[in-house]
């Protein structure tokens, strides 16, 4: 009762708050779109001409310039690679002024662009350890598949690691998968990757904007420990139908968009749609065209669909409604049966109320997510997690400053059924109740930009609540060269229902709040269920050129809990086990660790040519109160150098290379075999008459080193316009150019080493109407 209380207290006082933006000004805010087909655009600087007020257009193209003294302006509004454009303002004190703006293309002018949106917010924003991807900067890399990918792209981001083409993860800065929250449009996503470890379930045309937190994010997001991945998708085409059908070696989509109510004219609402499909048909094709990889076929399938209606209202003022359904299904090297499923429904609100000085965002959404592993000799696992969350936020302008603060509620259900490697069987069934509330003010104060923010979250289930404080600051020390800091506590309750200390985790579950945990940890007792995790982040920007930049971050995350599964546990924790250690009798055990590092992303863009590189220097360690150890996905070094050249008369040909370095991933070496007899019939069994197994004698753990990883794409892209609006691609790309042999693990049990994919060349068709 009293946590309701102080919210609602909470949510008065902003909105009290609010109407401190007005005093004796006035205040022009509305939204940026696209003219051609009316999508919101990111990034547009409008502004007062002969002022210093002015705005940049959010994910929703939405833009507010408060505090505006009463007199006669011009408010002039542009953006990269569209045309500049102007409209006369009287303002009057005490008002609030809606506007809907429309930009038109002006595709001459985006080569002669030197200081690009980017480089604006750069100087405007704290933004440390955040990467915001779009569509075309994806389409920059060479393509796998011959489809752009949002996995593909997060590989060449500073800080992030890939374990694997087969059934590989990303760990960004030292953070496991499950310590990674993704969500889409507001509604979280279990399991963003599919099994073949290249594509993700998103298709890369349905996405506006992906923003990367890769740590020290601010208070408006939580309930995970290392990272958060925002994806933001389309509305549609509002003035038109338009789609796009790709066929390829891997696999074939389809995206259709369009108007079901088109608006009769700017100033008019209306309703749009878009729909995507793609689905992989990689285990047929690859009979035939990479019988040499495996006769029997690449056993990868996954179908995709996404859904979205977006009614846009006269004022800008937005309601979507949006649905998916993941599917994944591979048997992999004919020992492991592996297949999930992932759906859901949600809805957000975008509301620009009346003359109030705000802009209200809501979202309610409700996903669910199933996997099921059969492996040869093994019992079957299993784990579920659905529920729902629902969020409301409110954002307010003061001139150059802005105060956000709201409010979030989720609930999810796990359900949990697992054989460790000793043969112990856990079971978890368990639902979780989380409430936070967050206030976030971004302030100017001279060359400083400084972002405090707090997170209140409580978490019900296990009734405990985490105060978390957070604080991103920039230093604008010239034009050309600024200094960033962000720092933050962070928790979670959700761990994963697989073992860190696996080298393939083909098996990607979920469980929450374990009870059946460690008492005393270290010599200390335990206080908490909950993982936490502190972040510091130092870094600079420095922009070389007018066309060339670096971005350097150090960063430290000190995980001063965490909880792993026990793969040691041997005992059953009844009343007749307690002289054992809990390390041996526990379901869960409490670890500690850090991951710290320095990142270097060196970007040139212009004209023809385009050039990303980043290199890290990472180190990863836990320790479980026994011993130390590098988890397996410790990397020290990574490298990524990604390039593209576009030529010909009507630049319509591009070529482009993707080539990543990699030291090698720790390992567990083995020591020796020996017969391991099963006591199936306990002490009676007569270990001279049982056929015994084979037992591994394991080294220290993950003491050993694997060999260094590298691998070259290429590809090469046609494009041909075959009417107004019709554009036809012709791609074709190489995955592992030299066709390099690169380790993915060592079946200890065949002792037979297992590579990564080898060369591959594939084709593909876009036709986009």
Do not use: C
């Not at 509305?30 to 001409?49: H, M, Q, R, T």
């Not at 350890?129 to 920059?140: A, G, I, L, N, Y």
């Not at 604008?476 to 393939?504: C, E, P, T």
């Amino acid at each position: 009762m009293r946590t309701v209380k102080f919210l609602g207290a909470f949510i008065l006082w902003g909105v009290f708050a609010g109407f401190s933006a007005f005093g004796q000004h006035g205040i022009v805010r509305g939204f940026v779109y696209d003219k051609e087909n009316g999508e919101p655009i990111i990034g547009a600087n409008v502004y007062l001409n002969g002022t210093t007020m002015g705005a940049a257009s959010d994910v929703n193209g939405f833009f507010s310039i408060s505090r505006i003294p009463p007199g006669d302006y011009m408010l002039i509004y542009s953006a990269v690679g569209y045309a500049k454009d102007s409209v006369p303002y009287t303002i009057a004190a005490d008002r609030v002024y809606n506007e809907k703006l429309y930009l038109s293309e002006e595709m001459q002018s985006i080569d002669e662009v030197v200081v690009s949106a980017e480089r604006q917010e750069m100087r405007t924003q704290v933004q440390t350890s955040v990467v915001k991807v779009t569509p075309k900067q994806m389409e920059r890399i060479p393509t796998v598949g011959s489809e752009p990918d949002l996995a593909q792209y997060l590989q060449v981001l500073p800080g992030v690691i890939f374990t694997g083409d087969q059934g590989g993860q990303l760990y960004i800065r030292g953070g496991a998968p499950i310590q990674n929250k993704v969500l889409l449009d507001g509604m979280i996503v279990y399991n963003p990757f599919h099994s073949i470890g290249l594509f993700s379930v998103f298709d890369t045309d349905i996405i506006k904007m992906a923003d990367v937190h890769t740590g020290g994010f601010g208070a408006n997001f939580g309930g995970r420990i290392s990272s958060i991945m925002d994806i933001t998708t389309r509305d549609g085409n509002k003035n038109r139908l338009s789609g796009k059908f790709s066929v390829g070696t891997f696999m074939a989509k389809a995206l259709l968009e369009g108007p079901i109510k088109k608006a009769k004219s700017e100033d008019d609402g209306s309703i749009s749609f878009v729909l995507s499909a793609k689905h992989s048909y990689l285990e047929q094709t690859s009979k035939y065209i990479y019988s040499y990889v495996d006769t029997a076929g690449l056993p990868f399938n996954f179908t995709d669909f996404y859904g979205k209606i977006s009614m846009n209202a006269r004022n800008g003022s937005k309601v979507n409604f949006f649905g998916f359904n993941f599917s994944d299904q591979v048997v992999y090297r004919d020992v492991t049966d592996i297949g999930w499923n992932s759906f859901g429904v949600g809805s957000n609100v975008v509301l620009i109320p009346g003359n109030y000085p705000a802009q209200i965002k809501a979202n309610l959404a409700y996903s669910k997510y199933e996997i099921t592993m059969l492996a040869a000799g093994q019992q079957p696992r299993e784990s579920s997690i659905n529920g729902f969350n629902v969020g409301l936020e409110f954002v307010y302008y003061f001139g150059k400053d802005q105060l956000e603060y709201g409010v979030e509620t989720l609930g999810f259900n796990t359900d949990f059924n697992y054989f460790n490697s000793v043969g112990r069987k856990i079971i978890q069934t368990q639902f979780t109740t989380e409430l936070a509330a967050f206030g976030k003010y971004k302030m100017t104060l001279g060359k400083f930009l400084v972002e405090p923010s707090f997170r209140l979250h409580y978490y019900a289930s296990l009734g405990e609540v985490s105060p978390e404080p957070r604080l991103g600051v920039k230093y604008n020390l010239s034009d050309i060269f600024r200094l960033k800091m962000a720092a933050g506590m962070y928790s979670q309750d959700l761990i994963a229902a697989n073992s860190d200390r696996d080298v393939v985790n083909l098996f990607y579950g979920f469980l929450s709040g374990p009870e059946n945990l460690q008492k005393e940890f270290d010599g200390k007792k335990v206080t908490s269920r909950l993982q936490k995790s502190n972040h510091l982040i130092l870094g600079f920007e420095f922009d070389i050129s007018n066309r060339l930049d670096l971005i350097v971050e150090t960063y430290i995350k000190d995980n001063t809990q965490l909880t792993n599964i026990n793969r040691n546990k041997l005992y059953d924790d009844t009343g007749s086990n307690q002289d054992k250690p809990e390390y041996l009798r526990k379901d869960f055990i409490i670890e500690t660790g850090k991951a710290y590092g320095i990142d270097f992303r060196l970007k040139y863009d212009y004209k023809r040519i385009y050039f990303w590189g980043t290199y890290s220097l990472g180190y990863v360690t836990r320790y479980d109160g026994v011993v130390e150890y590098p988890p397996h996905f410790d990397r020290r070094h990574n490298v990524n150098l990604v390039t593209s050249y576009t030529f010909g008369n009507d630049l319509s040909w591009e070529v482009s290379g993707r080539w990543n370095l990699g030291s090698g991933f720790p390992f567990t070496q083995t020591q020796g075999f020996y017969e391991k007899i099963p006591f199936y019939d306990g002490i009676n069994t007569d270990y001279t008459r049982v056929n015994g197994e084979l037992g591994i004698v394991y080294g220290p753990l993950n003491q050993g080193r694997l060999p260094y990883y590298h691998r070259l794409d290429a590809n090469i892209k046609k494009t041909i316009h075959t009417g107004e609006d019709s554009i036809l691609e012709l791609t074709f790309s190489v995955t592992n150019v030299y066709n390099r042999k690169n380790i993915f693990y060592f079946d200890r049990i065949r002792y037979e080493r297992v590579n990564q994919l080898p060369i591959m060349p594939s084709i593909g068709l876009n036709w986009t109407f």
